[in-house]
């Protein structure tokens, strides 16, 4: 899968003790993926708000619980906080973790991916220490190839 | 009766570019045929060709699942507000 870096992809501000709360999170599950959204304003991330993984194979996929997301969601619009792009009321970045591979978004990943607005993050617990990555997943135009293309991941 | 509606995500482009319309209609399938009206193809993005919500978007309509209440049959209280939710997923292959 093409990947490429910068162009348009934005950068996210990670505070490292979030970051600490994502790998945790991630550890946590293994062998299941962990996922969750990360709520913030202006490109840095406040709070990380954790999901159950309810899919039928949570070795292998994430499917995040909807009423966990319903009520997340209902919490960013309360607090008028923002997604990548600053929609109010999305998340600023999805996080899911690879408990096998790297922190790279699969084809399942960005076949799924539909949440053009929001960065999408990749923590991999497969090695003893994590590795975070952060990426946008769109289509260019309705209808097209979504691509991939890694966003800067600072501590802010 | 005018009831708002959430559309989050990749659901937003389908409306012209924002996440929340306003919308009449006392069932889902009415409420989505008033948005259907003003931003043609919305319905094919949340119904599918047997005329069930589609496997990736949850609907909640205040508090409840709408498939937990018939599905586009769902009634809408007075004010309640419905979301419509692209699901968050993926897997490592």
Known sequence: MPLTRGAGAGALALPASLRAEIVAHARESAPHEACGLVAGRGGRATRVIRCANVADDPLRRYVMEPAAVMHALRSVQDAGEESADGVEGEPLAIYHSHVYSGPYPSPTDRAEARWPSSFYILVSVRAEEPEVRAYRIRADHPGSEKTVVEAELTEG | ?93
């Open chain 2, 1 to 93: 009766m005018a009831v708002t509606v959430r559309l989050p995500g990749s659901l937003r482009d389908a409306v012209g570019g924002d996440n929340k319309v306003s919308a009449t209609g006392g069932t889902l399938e009415e409420v989505f045929a008033d948005i259907d009206r003003r931003h043609p193809g919305f319905r094919a993005r949340v119904v599918d060709e047997r005329g069930r919500l589609v496997t990736y978007v949850n609907v909640y309509i205040g508090e409840d699942d709408a498939r937990s209440k018939g599905g586009l049959a769902a009634e809408i209280p007075e004010g309640a507000e419905v979301m419509v939710i692209p699901a968050m997923a993926g897997g490592c292959r």
